[in-house]
Structure formats: C-alpha cells, structure tokens
C-alpha cells in the first residue's frame, strides 16, 4: 500500500508536528477475568504477565508449540481484569487458542466489547488531554482519569512511532469524547495511511502484513516482546534455544527503494539469489522516496547491503 498526497498527507503532518486522533475501535479486544487470569495468560505469551500490578501494561506475543507467532498483543493489567489489544480480527481466534487451555483454571475469556481505544498520536498528544493526569512514563503504564469531563483509562502507547497515549472509553460516550477532542484545532483525525507511514518510518513490524504465523518472535527485532527469565510458556522451549544457540536466520530490516515502489510481497534478491521480500511500502515524505519493511535472510540483512527487486529496481537495507 503506498501513501497518497492530500488528505493522507495532511493528516501525516499533524502526526509529525501536531496531534492525530485515530479511532481503533477496528482492533480485537479481550478481557480476562478470574484469580487466575495473570498465571494463566502468563502460560500463553512470550512477555512476563504474572509480575504485572493494576497500572502496568505489556507487549508480547501468542505464540503456539512449535514457537511461532500466533498473535502480537498489549496486555494491561486493572484491578481485577486483564485486557488483551490485538490486530483486528485476531480476537477469535486468540480467544479459541486460549479456550482450550482453561481446565480447572478460575478463569474467564471474554470479548471487550463496551470499551474502546482511541489515540492520541504526535508531539502534542500529551497538551489535547484537556490537563489530565498522565501515566507514569513507561510504555503501557496507564491511569484512570478524566478528559473532556468523561472518565476513560489512560494509557501510554508504544510501537506507533511517536508519542502516543490511547483513551479507553466507554463504547456509549465514545462519540462525545472524539468529538470533544477534534474541537482543538491541533487534533486531526487521522486514517490507516498516515499511520502505515509513521510506523514504517519508525520500523516498527505489523502482524499480518510483516510478520505473521510462519515466523518466530526473535525474527521481528521486538525484543522487549520476549522474557527469557518469566518461565515455561506455550513454544518456550523453542524461543529459548533460539535464544541461546545463536538467534533466527532471518530478522526484520528497513528498506529504501530505488525507482518506483514496488508492490508488498515481492521478491527482493542478493547475489541473484531470493533474501526476503518487501512487506509494508509506503512513500516516506521525511525521506521524500518510497520506503517499506521487509523479514531478510541475514546474509543480505547488513545495512547498506543493495538489494534487487524482482521485476526491476533496486533497495537498500536501513539499519
């Protein structure tokens, strides 16, 4: 998918210099109840949740027997629940995998249907939360607090590409609160392209267009996704002995591309022979040229290692 001028550019400039609000009602959501849901969920994601306090928050992954990526996932810790953010669509399936686990456990899987995530994006997130309380820093860390007179849950978001801070609402005053927020002239809301652009920009991987069930953890450079100290998980074993005995051959890069954009999924080359391919593509106004993401076998992974591009075209490897 690459970038269009106008409108999506627009909304890229508040995300640079301003604010974006991005509505992310579309992303899956869960909540888990019960005594038991930090040692239960801890069993089943690569991050460290049985240490997580009311306030704190995580990213990791839901990964299956074989170690392999079943989901990406934020997990925030309230007082007497656990939520799960995940890519949309994913809560279902996320939702069964968890399912077939629970035997005597105290514990409930539920969808998250009456509260909302909208975010703030950009360098001047933190002044259109109307003089809220913020989190501690941290990312995920999150406060429950007031803005624009309406209660919501606070929470710093990571993995955006700038600064950012998601509200979560109540699904029935959701409305109110965006509208609220878009009445200062430094908001505008944001789509789908003007973030691809941020994060791509930031070379930040996402589930289901870089990354995705064929891949294990260590392959998407998220490092802070993975706890080697928390104990047994689902695929443990797996991510650990990668770990220990000298890491994945393939891992995630920046691309920068010579010519036209290429389409994502093509074939990328070195010394003739196929390294990867390009994933997220999009046209970078900071860099002015089409820039994307791709997972590279690392022997063409070095940055400044020029690439060819199936088709015509040449790309070279950000660090």
Known sequence: MTSTISTSAEEYQALREGCGLADRS???????????????????VTCDVKGLAPGEGAYGFVTSHQGRILSDMVVTALEDRLWLLLPPGQDEAVSRHLKKYILADRV???????M??????????????????????????????RVHSTEVELQRSG?????AYTLWVSA????????ALLE???????????????????????????????????????????????????????????HYRGGVQKTLRGLIFDGPAPAPGTPLLHDGREAGAATTVVESPALGRPIGLGILHRRAAEPGTRLE??????AVVRG
């Open 26 to 44: 579309g992303m899956g959501r869960l909540e888990i109840l019960g005594a038991d849901r930090h040692r239960f969920l801890n069993a089943y």
């Open 108 to 114: 409930e899987v539920l969808p998250l249907e009456d």
């Open 116 to 145: 909302l995530p909208l975010t703030l994006i950009g360098p001047r997130a933190a002044e259109a939360l109307d003089g809220a309380e913020l989190p501690p820093p941290g990312d995920w860390r999150h406060v429950r607090t």
């Open 159 to 163: 993995r955006l590409g700038a600064e």
């Open 172 to 179: 029935s005053i959701a409305r109110m609160l965006k509208e």
């Open 184 to 242: 200062n002239p430094a908001v505008r809301q944001v789509g789908a392209e003007a973030l691809e652009v941020l994060r791509a920009e930031a070379g930040i991987p996402r589930f289901g267009v870089d990354f995705g069930p064929e891949n294990f953890p260590q392959e998407t450079g998220a490092d802070e996704a993975v706890s080697y100290t928390k104990g047994c998980y689902l695929g443990q074993e797996v991510v650990a002995r990668i």
């Open 309 to 314: 591009i199936q088709g015509g075209g040449t």
